[in-house]
C-alpha cells in the first residue's frame, strides 16, 4: 500500500501522547504503515555497548506512529490537510489537498 506520507513532509500529529506536535518525517515504514517524525513520540531504549558506543546505558529515540495518527501539513497555509492523488495536467499522478487542490 503506498503512503500518502513521504519522507521530509511536515506533518502534526492528531491523536495520542503527542497530540498537537508538529515535525518532520524522517523515515517512512509503508509495510507497516507507520513512519517516524523528529521530535516526536519519544522513548527510552537500552543499548548495550558496542565498538560504535562503547558507553552504552539508555538512550532516548524517537519510536514509528501510525500514518492514521498524523496530518500533512499544508505549505501555503501550514494548517493539516487530507492528501488526495489526483493526475495533473501531463498525466503524471501528484498528492494534492483535498481542501484546495493544490500539490503537496
Known amino acids: 500500500m503506498a503512503l500518502k506520507i ?40 537500552h543499548v548495550r555497548p558496542s565498538m560504535n558506543d562503547p558507553k552504552g546505558g539508555i ?17 501555503k497555509d501550514s494548517r493539516p490537510v487530507r492528501v488526495a492523488r489526483r493526475a495533473n495536467a501531463e498525466g503524471v499522478r501528484v498528492r494534492v489537498s483535498k481542501k484546495s487542490g493544490q500539490a503537496i
Open 6 to 45: 513521504k519522507k521530509g513532509d511536515r506533518v502534526k500529529v492528531i491523536s495520542g501522547k503527542d497530540k498537537g506536535s508538529e515535525g518532520v518525517v524522517l523515515r517512512s515504514i509503508p509495510s507497516e504503515s507507520k513512519i517516524v517524525v523528529e521530535g516526536v513520540n519519544f522513548v527510552k531504549k
Open 59 to 75: 538512550k532516548q529515540m524517537e519510536a514509528p506512529l501510525h500514518v492514521s495518527n498524523v496530518m500533512v501539513i499544508s505549505a
